[in-house]
């Protein structure tokens, strides 16, 4: 495909990978369609396509900038409508290893939201762009592809909420499926012709459940986020965040059977149990507000397309469809607005080799989270996955980091960084944050 025919990309999908694949793509076609198979609420209304979005949802301060490139000014939008921001260590509570990460300016902003006002709002920016377009309501049901399948051409698509109308058939120069954990590419690709991508995975088997309550001045002093990871003891851990509408979101995870109530007094009373008091503190008394959810996710999941020797022209898969990672790190949103950036360093030399090197360098991207995710979930001993030395050395080490982070505030600025997805893992082991973290613990 040469640059003559980008003349139409479509994108399966419109969860947040989707809408910012779209938004690149709307710079190098002259038409992007968007495909989905719901109608989109209005923004802040959760949709059906998407029930995770009930749970509590962060946008790391990497997200946050790619987001902010990609739909200028949206950062100032979003606080005008009621969205906390706030200094992602300055204003937060970090427990780790049986103390809270000390605290400074950091200068990693964040943005304190729920899934449905900011998918809603990027949605909203997206469709103002003149030459994107939407299909609602339209479930694709395979590829179309060239005589001798060397090219994706199109999709094959049935009406989700009309069946008799039959099946219609949608060309496109380039296919991009953004549709989540649930993709059918392996199959697809199997269907014309290809080998289907490896996986990997770690099987974490965790059950979280997620309350609202209403935020007062006087919680937490004023504090705006608490983050409690499960230990290997206790497998049992929360995250409380304030959100628009003078709300926390707190999700309390626990690992192995280990299940948060959705009735009040278990939620409060599984609070109880956490490694540290904040989150129970302040739902002991915060006023609740509507139900309870509850949700299992039994692995994290990565396809490996950067290691298949042979891959259609005209196709991309992006986003969770690639990778999905344990939600309790709250990595899959701003992990899939990096793979964007990667989409446009792909794009911008041609389409000779498009597939290689896109899923070349979103292989790059997913790298960090997933040995984030991955490492910490192997913390957890009946945790099924490949343990070898390095894992259980950055394991032990990234705990003398948080040790030295009681104290040290640069120690916790690198780790917060990597958690951030703003710097690689072996960044916290530079010879000045190792010397630091050695003399801490030396110290006790």
Same mark, same amino acid.
């Given at each position: $495909? !040469?640059?003559?025919?980008?003349?139409?990309?479509?994108?399966?999908?419109?969860? $947040? +990978?989707?809408?910012?694949?779209?938004?690149?793509?709307?710079?190098?076609?002259?038409?992007?369609?968007?495909?989905?198979?719901?109608?989109?609420?209005?923004?802040?209304?959760?949709?059906?396509?998407?029930?995770?979005?009930?749970?509590?949802?962060?946008?790391?301060?990497? !997200?946050?900038?790619?987001?902010?490139?990609?739909?200028?000014?949206?950062?100032?939008?979003?606080?005008? =409508?009621?969205?906390?921001? !706030?200094?992602?260590?300055?204003?937060?509570?970090?427990?780790?290893?049986?103390?809270?990460?000390?605290?400074?300016?950091?200068?990693?902003? +964040?943005?304190?939201?729920?899934?449905?006002?900011?998918?809603?709002?990027? =949605?909203?920016?997206?469709?103002?762009?003149?030459?994107?377009?939407?299909?609602?309501?339209?479930?694709?049901?395979?590829?179309?592809?060239? @005589?001798?399948?060397?090219?994706?051409?199109?999709?094959?698509?049935?009406?989700?909420?009309?069946?008799? =109308? +039959?099946? %219609?058939?949608?060309?496109?120069?380039?296919?991009?499926?953004?549709?989540?954990?649930? @993709?059918?590419?392996?199959?697809?690709?199997?269907?014309?012709?290809?080998?289907?991508?490896?996986?990997?995975?770690?099987?974490?088997?965790?059950?979280?459940?997620?309350?609202?309550?209403?935020?007062?001045?006087?919680?937490?002093?004023?504090?705006?986020?608490?983050?409690?990871?499960?230990?290997?003891?206790?497998?049992?851990?929360?995250?409380?965040?304030?959100?628009?509408?003078?709300?926390?979101?707190?999700?309390?995870?626990?690992?192995? +059977?280990?299940?948060?109530?959705?009735?009040?007094? !278990?939620?409060?009373?599984?609070?109880?149990?956490?490694?540290?008091?904040?989150?129970?503190?302040?739902?002991?008394?915060?006023?609740?507000?509507?139900?309870?959810?509850?949700?299992?996710?039994?692995? @994290?999941?990565?396809?490996?397309?950067?290691?298949?020797?042979?891959?259609?022209?005209?196709?991309?898969?992006?986003?969770?469809?690639?990778?999905?990672?344990?939600?309790?790190?709250?990595?899959?949103?701003?992990?899939?607005?990096?793979?964007?950036?990667?989409?446009?360093?792909?794009?911008?030399?041609?389409?000779?080799?498009?597939?290689? =090197?896109?899923?070349?360098?979103?292989?790059?991207?997913?790298?960090?989270?997933?040995?984030?995710?991955?490492?910490?979930?192997?913390?957890?001993?009946?945790?099924?996955?490949?343990?070898?030395?390095?894992?259980?050395?950055?394991?032990?080490?990234?705990?003398?980091?948080?040790?030295?982070?009681?104290?040290?505030? %640069?120690?916790?600025?690198?780790?917060?960084?990597?958690?951030?997805?703003?710097?690689?893992?072996? @960044?916290?082991?530079?010879?000045?944050?190792? $010397?630091?973290?050695?003399?801490?613990?030396?110290?006790?």
């Amino acid at each position: $495909m !040469g640059e003559q025919n980008r003349k139409h990309a479509l994108v399966i999908g419109g969860s $947040m +990978g989707g809408l910012v694949a779209a938004r690149v793509l709307s710079d190098h076609f002259e038409q992007v369609t968007l495909i989905d198979r719901d109608t989109f609420p209005e923004c802040g209304r959760h949709r059906r396509g998407v029930p995770q979005s009930v749970h509590t949802h962060g946008l790391l301060a990497s !997200g946050r900038r790619v987001l902010e490139h990609l739909f200028p000014g949206i950062s100032d939008e979003l606080i005008e =409508r009621g969205v906390p921001a !706030g200094d992602i260590l300055a204003d937060s509570r970090w427990f780790f290893e049986g103390a809270c990460l000390s605290r400074c300016v950091s200068g990693l902003n +964040g943005l304190l939201l729920s899934r449905p006002l900011l998918e809603g709002t990027v =949605r909203k920016r997206l469709f103002t762009i003149s030459n994107v377009k939407r299909i609602e309501n339209r479930v694709v049901e395979g590829l179309t592809a060239t @005589s001798d399948n060397r090219r994706v051409t199109g999709v094959c698509v049935q009406a989700s909420d009309d069946k008799q =109308r +039959g099946a %219609e058939t949608i060309p496109a120069d380039l296919v991009v499926d953004s549709t989540g954990r649930g @993709s059918h590419s392996p199959a697809w690709l199997e269907s014309i012709g290809f080998a289907k991508p490896e996986e990997d995975k770690v099987e974490v088997a965790i059950a979280y459940t997620t309350r609202l309550f209403r935020r007062r001045g006087d919680h937490l002093n004023g504090d705006s986020a608490v983050v409690i990871p499960p230990t290997p003891e206790g497998k049992r851990g929360g995250v409380m965040l304030a959100q628009e509408g003078d709300r926390w979101t707190v999700t309390l995870v626990g690992y192995l +059977g280990r299940v948060a109530p959705s009735e009040l007094p !278990g939620f409060i009373e599984f609070a109880k149990t956490l490694p540290a008091p904040y989150i129970h503190e302040v739902v002991t008394d915060a006023e609740p507000i509507g139900d309870a959810y509850t949700a299992r996710f039994p692995a @994290s999941i990565r396809r490996r397309y950067d290691k298949l020797k042979a891959f259609p022209a005209g196709f991309l898969v992006f986003g969770d469809a690639i990778c999905s990672f344990n939600p309790i790190y709250g990595q899959g949103m701003s992990a899939a607005a990096q793979q964007s950036e990667a989409l446009q360093q792909s794009l911008t030399p041609g389409d000779d080799n498009l597939a290689r =090197r896109f899923f070349k360098r979103a292989s790059k991207v997913v790298d960090i989270p997933w040995s984030i995710a991955v490492g910490s979930d192997l913390r957890i001993p009946e945790t099924i996955g490949p343990r070898n030395a390095g894992v259980n050395f950055v394991n032990w080490y990234i705990a003398k980091l948080h040790k030295a982070a009681h104290r040290d505030p %640069e120690a916790s600025v690198a780790f917060l960084k990597v958690a951030n997805l703003l710097a690689p893992p072996p @960044s916290i082991m530079h010879p000045r944050i190792a $010397m630091r973290v050695l003399l801490a613990n030396l110290r006790g």
